[in-house]
């Protein structure tokens, strides 16, 4: 079992920056950020392997990335040029191993609570 805990969500305006961050209780090959937004399904952000490689959803591409620190198992996420359709719950997730889906949430065995990303126009 791996235990994620995100934290760093909130309230900002359109065009400001978020940083969020999840811990992991222990290291998993893959990590990621997902989220859901009121009355839509869970849509993958931004995915990352054991090599730091990243995989980024085309609606954040320039705005969003990653930054993850295997030695302490947390990931953080930095949000710039904020709009208000990234309004959403956002979910830190986690999976053993990697493959070739690293935006599909249906491939993540571990989840977080979430943190409410909320942003004003």
């Known amino acids: 079992q791996v235990w994620l805990v995100e934290s760093g969500g909130g309230s900002v305006q359109a065009g400001g920056s978020l940083r969020l961050s999840c811990r992991a209780s222990r290291y998993t090959f893959c990590m990621g950020w997902f989220r859901q937004a009121p009355g839509k399904e869970r849509e993958g952000v931004i995915g990352?392997?054991?090599?730091?490689?990243?995989t980024i959803a085309d609606p954040v591409k320039a705005r969003f990335t990653v930054f993850r620190n295997t030695g302490q198992n947390i990931l953080t996420l930095e949000m710039n040029s904020l709009k208000p359709e990234d309004t959403a719950m956002y979910y830190c997730?986690?999976?053993?191993?990697?493959?070739?889906?690293?935006?599909?949430?249906?491939?993540?065995?571990?989840w977080g609570h979430g943190t409410q990303v909320t942003v004003s126009s």
């Open positions: 990352v392997d054991n090599n730091h490689k990243m």
């Open positions: 997730a986690a999976k053993e191993f990697c493959d070739s889906a690293p935006l599909e949430p249906s491939t993540y065995d571990y």
